[in-house]
Every structure is written in structure tokens, then in C-alpha cells.
């Protein structure tokens, strides 16, 4: 976590915590922002720090279109406006990138108005990496015990939240740790199983076969611990192209590791 903030009463809204990320985030900055933070001034302040954002479009939004990037059969891409002209919701304009999964369509809005710069499959692949904050907040919860607190005071409830806040981070460099010994994502790695490793790592180093915790996790004949996680589905490639319907077919069309990339030209370092 960049920050933590803290408020005593358990009913406060999100929108009590706008004022923080103004204050926080700083330009050239793209937020993942739930429908908690559905408020289009909140929207015009961010756009005016130049502080870009992705979030999903509410049911029932009235929405006027004023441009059309993409429409095909699974994919709609569209400059639109949103809002009434009030006080309270002024007028916005957003792109909205709505995509088909099956029968059901996701909608998405950015502030990224341009699809070369924020294509709409990377919209739609950003906005589902969100789902690491629900992941933060399940491990702290449920692995390191944040779901019950140890007092009722104030200075002890922020104590335990600090403190295991804290031993989560130091939990994820260490997971990031074992990816880069590995050579795998981070994604790849469990925190879970790293965090019940590390009583197999301290037996081990009372009785001195281990020293380092990255390479006993790493090492070979450990991996019956769990570390890397058992892969479920393969990895689908991720579509890059600003415009998918006119570039099909092209180099530009998936995203491509650097290391794939064929090398045309050459510079002076």
C-alpha cells in the first residue's frame, strides 16, 4: 500500500477519502477506481491534475455519443458525454469501451480519450488487474488476521492495522523476491504458501541448512511447498491494437515481450 488512511467511524463512504487521493496522486498517474468514486466533480478534478482513471459504467447512465472508434460484434469503442449540465453532475466527456464476454457485455470508461494511447483490450486487462486490491485485502484479512482485532482502543486498532500492513509488504517484496529468482511474474508466486513457508524456512535454519529465504523458496527441491502457483488456464494473448477491427493481422495486433520483438535497428548507447 502507498498509503493508509484511518477513520474511526466503520460507515464512512469512499467518497469521504477524494479529497486524500487529490492530494495524493500526482500527475500522469492512471487510477483503477471502483463505483465507489462515481461522481463526475471528483472525475473533472482528476482530469484537471491530469490524473487519468478507469472505472465502470453504471446501469442506466445516459450517455451521448459523440464519436465511434470500434462497433463490431464483440467490441464497441466511443467518445461519449455524460452528465446533465447540474451542479451535481456536470457534463463529462469519457471514452466508454464496452466488450462481449459470451452473452454478457463489460463497460468500461477512461479518461483516455485516445484509443492509440489507452487501447480498449488494455482497458478492459488493466480494469481486471483491479481485482489485486480485493486479493491485498483477502491475505491481510484472512491469512495474517486483520478479520479480528486484538483491542478496542483507538492507538491499539491502528497499531494492528500499521503492523500488519507493514508484514504484508514485507510479505509481497519478498514474494517479488523468489519471481525474479525464478524468472517467473509475480503473479506466479502464492504469498499464501510463502507466508506458511517461512515456518519450514526457520527450521531449516536452526538446524543450518538454509541461510538465505529467496533461494530456499527458489531452490529446486523445495517447490513442494507451493511457491509457484499450479497454472489453471493458459495465458490468452493480449490484443494491443488501438483499432483491433482495422489492424487484424498485423504485427501490432498482440502484444509482443520485448524479448520477441525482432530488432530492425540499432543505436549508440
Given at each position: 500500500?502507498?498509503?493508509?488512511?484511518?477513520?474511526?467511524?466503520?460507515?464512512?463512504?469512499?467518497?469521504?477519502?477524494?479529497?486524500?487521493?487529490?492530494?495524493?496522486?500526482?500527475?500522469?498517474?492512471l487510477?483503477?477506481l471502483?463505483?465507489?468514486?462515481?461522481?463526475?466533480?471528483?472525475?473533472?478534478?482528476?482530469?484537471?491534475?491530469?490524473?487519468d482513471?478507469?472505472t465502470?459504467?453504471?446501469?442506466?447512465?445516459?450517455?451521448?455519443?459523440?464519436q465511434?472508434?470500434?462497433?463490431?460484434?464483440?467490441?464497441?469503442?466511443?467518445?461519449?458525454?455524460l452528465g446533465?449540465?447540474?451542479?451535481?453532475?456536470?457534463?463529462?466527456?469519457?471514452?466508454?469501451?464496452?466488450?462481449?464476454?459470451?452473452?454478457?457485455?463489460?463497460?468500461y470508461?477512461?479518461?483516455?480519450?485516445?484509443?492509440?494511447?489507452?487501447p480498449?483490450?488494455?482497458?478492459a486487462?488493466?480494469?481486471?488487474r483491479?481485482?489485486r486490491i480485493?486479493?491485498?485485502?483477502?491475505?491481510?484479512?484472512?491469512?495474517?488476521?486483520?478479520?479480528?482485532?486484538?483491542?478496542?482502543?483507538?492507538?491499539?486498532?491502528?497499531?494492528?492495522?500499521w503492523?500488519?500492513?507493514?508484514?504484508?509488504?514485507?510479505?509481497?517484496?519478498?514474494?517479488d523476491?523468489?519471481?525474479?529468482?525464478?524468472?517467473?511474474?509475480?503473479?506466479?508466486?502464492?504469498l499464501?504458501?510463502?507466508?506458511?513457508?517461512?515456518?519450514?524456512f526457520?527450521v531449516?535454519?536452526?538446524?543450518g541448512?538454509?541461510?538465505?529465504?529467496?533461494?530456499?523458496?527458489?531452490t529446486?527441491?523445495?517447490?513442494?511447498?507451493g511457491i509457484?502457483?499450479?497454472?489453471?488456464?493458459?495465458?490468452?494473448?493480449?490484443?494491443?491494437?488501438?483499432?483491433?477491427?482495422?489492424?487484424r493481422?498485423?504485427?501490432?495486433?498482440?502484444?509482443?515481450?520485448?524479448?520477441?520483438?525482432?530488432?530492425?535497428?540499432?543505436?549508440?548507447?
Open positions: 500500500p502507498l498509503e493508509i488512511w484511518f477513520c474511526e467511524n466503520p460507515r464512512t463512504a469512499d467518497t469521504k477519502f477524494e479529497t486524500n487521493i487529490l492530494e495524493l496522486v500526482p500527475p500522469q498517474t487510477l483503477l471502483d463505483r465507489g468514486f462515481y461522481h463526475f466533480n471528483f472525475w473533472l478534478q482528476l482530469i484537471a491534475k491530469k490524473v482513471f478507469i465502470q459504467l453504471k446501469k442506466g447512465a445516459a450517455i451521448h455519443v459523440e465511434v472508434f470500434t462497433d463490431s460484434f464483440a467490441l464497441k469503442d466511443c467518445l461519449i458525454h446533465s449540465g447540474t451542479k451535481k453532475t456536470p457534463f463529462v466527456t469519457l471514452r466508454l469501451v464496452e466488450i462481449r464476454s459470451g452473452k454478457t457485455w463489460h463497460s470508461l477512461t479518461s483516455v480519450l485516445d484509443p492509440t494511447v489507452l480498449p483490450y488494455v482497458v486487462d488493466l480494469y481486471r483491479r481485482w480485493e486479493d491485498a485485502f483477502n491475505t491481510v484479512k484472512r491469512l495474517l488476521g486483520l478479520s479480528y482485532l486484538w483491542t478496542g482502543s483507538v492507538n491499539g486498532v491502528q497499531l494492528q492495522i503492523g500488519t500492513w507493514l508484514f504484508y509488504a514485507v510479505l509481497v517484496d519478498l514474494g523476491a523468489v519471481a525474479d529468482e525464478l524468472s517467473l511474474p509475480f503473479d506466479s508466486i502464492s499464501e504458501m510463502i507466508y506458511r513457508g517461512l515456518y519450514h526457520y531449516a535454519h536452526q538446524k541448512k538454509a541461510t538465505d529465504p529467496i533461494k530456499y523458496f527458489a529446486p527441491e523445495n517447490q513442494d511447498l509457484v502457483k499450479r497454472q489453471r488456464k493458459p495465458n490468452m494473448k493480449l490484443i494491443v491494437a488501438p483499432f483491433p477491427d482495422q489492424q493481422g498485423t504485427p501490432e495486433f498482440f502484444f509482443q515481450p520485448s524479448s520477441q520483438i525482432p530488432l530492425t535497428t540499432a543505436s549508440q548507447p
